[in-house]
């Protein structure tokens, strides 16, 4: 597809920010690709510059919510060349959301090259200091003009960037996060194991509440009971109680299988490092938290990679994790996962696909 890529470069590049202020998302890159899909077919493949669309008021994303999206990363490796971190799982993960939304999944070829030819038009973007990337936003919606509930018969697959820091302020100091116990934001059989845009809005009432008493993140639990542990808003969560780390399992489809979910679990495996995917429940981390077992929690996800939760509490319960300190293996997974990306270390999982 690369050949058939239509491009537009800007004649009014953007302000970059120093790194130092970047923070997530707050910047965007000077281009941005867009394909469009009509009558089975996807056509036009473009990078242009950076800008709002056109879209009638009657498209059904914005009546019917067809919109999902994916985020990963871009880095500047030690050698200077570009490293783009797990992009074939992103393509596959998003071909899987936009089947359960009835849009047209985008072939995995074409996503990869969109990537790859977006990134190097906007290379100059990626920041080299260890902790930062470019994020890419890629991102599906049903564009098509009616008023009827169904799919949509027309979509606009887009690709945005934008250079980022630390997805906390506080950079790798632990975050305090809110048991949300009445507040639900996946059932079993919906939404919650896709990166549907439905699934951020019924998170924000919580997350507002829960920033508004101090807590950077919403701990999710189950629909059903109100007593399983499911993600943090923006993360997988994982807990390490004696000697081994425990995270929620996937089967019920209420969970989003994360890349850098998929890292920590292989890369304890390789550590040799006991670690379970099953149910466990808020009452058993606070039996474990009050026998002293419970070492350290963190969090996984592309935008903070290991976020070490410091305090976990609720109307219920009130934990404080390992004196509010980040604990011994949630840095060294930090280390490890950050290593690879900038190639600082050998990638022996071939998560990292070098651009040249």
């Given at each position: 597809?690369?050949?058939?890529?239509?491009?537009?470069?800007t004649?009014n590049?953007?302000t970059k920010a120093?790194?130092?202020?970047?923070?997530?998302?707050?910047?965007?890159?000077?281009?941005?690709?867009?394909?469009?899909?009509?009558?089975?077919?996807w056509?036009?493949?473009?990078?242009?510059?950076?800008?709002?669309?056109?879209?009638?008021?009657?498209?059904?994303?914005?009546?019917?919510?067809q919109?999902?999206?994916?985020?990963m990363?871009?880095?500047?490796?030690?050698?200077?060349?570009?490293?783009?971190?797990?992009?074939e799982?992103?393509?596959?993960?998003?071909?899987?959301?936009?089947?359960?939304?009835?849009?047209?999944?985008?072939?995995e070829?074409?996503?990869?090259?969109?990537?790859?030819?977006?990134?190097?038009?906007?290379?100059?973007?990626?920041?080299?200091?260890?902790?930062s990337?470019?994020?890419?936003?890629?991102?599906?919606?049903?564009t098509?003009?009616?008023?009827?509930?169904?799919p949509?018969?027309?979509?606009?697959?887009?690709?945005?960037?934008?250079?980022?820091?630390?997805?906390?302020?506080?950079?790798?100091?632990?975050?305090?996060?809110?048991?949300?116990?009445?507040?639900?934001?996946?059932?079993?059989?919906?939404?919650g194991?896709?990166?549907?845009?439905?699934?951020?809005?019924?998170?924000?009432?919580?997350?507002?509440?829960?920033?508004?008493?101090?807590?950077?993140?919403?701990l999710?639990?189950?629909?059903t009971?109100?007593?399983?542990?499911?993600?943090?808003?923006?993360?997988n969560?994982?807990?390490?109680?004696?000697?081994?780390?425990?995270?929620?399992?996937?089967?019920?489809?209420?969970i989003?299988?994360?890349?850098?979910?998929?890292?920590?679990?292989?890369?304890l495996?390789?550590?040799?490092?006991?670690?379970?995917?099953?149910k466990?429940?808020?009452?058993?981390?606070?039996?474990?938290?009050?026998?002293?077992?419970?070492?350290?929690?963190?969090?996984?996800?592309?935008?903070?990679?290991?976020?070490?939760?410091?305090?976990?509490?609720?109307?219920k319960?009130?934990?404080?994790i390992?004196?509010?300190?980040?604990?011994?293996?949630?840095?060294?997974?930090?280390?490890?996962?950050?290593?690879?990306?900038?190639?600082?270390?050998?990638?022996?999982?071939?998560?990292?696909?070098?651009?040249s």
């Open positions: 597809m690369n050949s058939e890529i239509e491009i537009t470069k004649k590049p953007r120093p790194v130092d202020q970047l923070g997530f998302g707050k910047y965007f890159a000077d281009h941005m690709f867009t394909l469009e899909y009509d009558s089975g077919v056509k036009n493949p473009k990078i242009i510059p950076y800008g709002p669309f056109l879209m009638e008021p009657g498209a059904s994303v914005f009546h019917y919510g919109a999902m999206f994916e985020g990363k871009a880095f500047r490796g030690q050698s200077g060349k570009i490293h783009l971190f797990r992009p799982f992103h393509a596959k993960r998003i071909a899987t959301g936009a089947t359960r939304l009835c849009m047209p999944a985008i072939p070829d074409i996503f990869l090259e969109a990537i790859e030819a977006l990134v190097k038009i906007d290379e100059a973007w990626i920041p080299s200091e260890i902790g990337a470019l994020y890419l936003r890629p991102t599906l919606i049903g098509e003009s009616f008023l009827g509930v169904r949509s018969e027309k979509y606009l697959f887009f690709i945005i960037c934008s250079p980022v820091g630390a997805y906390y302020s506080g950079g790798f100091s632990p975050v305090k996060i809110w048991i949300e116990e009445d507040h639900v934001r996946a059932a079993p059989g919906g939404l194991a896709i990166k549907a845009a439905a699934n951020y809005a019924a998170s924000l009432q919580a997350s507002t509440l829960a920033k508004k008493k101090g807590y950077s993140q919403v999710w639990l189950d629909a009971e109100r007593k399983y542990v499911e993600e943090v808003g923006t993360m969560v994982f807990f390490y109680i004696g000697d081994e780390v425990i995270t929620p399992q996937l089967n019920d489809g209420t989003l299988a994360g890349s850098t979910r998929d890292c920590v679990l292989q890369i495996k390789n550590w040799n490092i006991p670690v379970k995917e099953r466990i429940s808020i009452d058993e981390i606070a039996s474990a938290h009050k026998a002293g077992t419970l070492k350290e929690v963190f969090g996984s996800g592309t935008a903070a990679v290991i976020s070490s939760v410091g305090e976990l509490s609720g109307d319960h009130k934990m404080i390992n004196n509010f300190k980040a604990g011994e293996l949630t840095q060294r997974l930090h280390a490890e996962i950050s290593a690879i990306q900038h190639g600082l270390k050998a990638d022996p999982y071939n998560w990292v696909k070098i651009l």
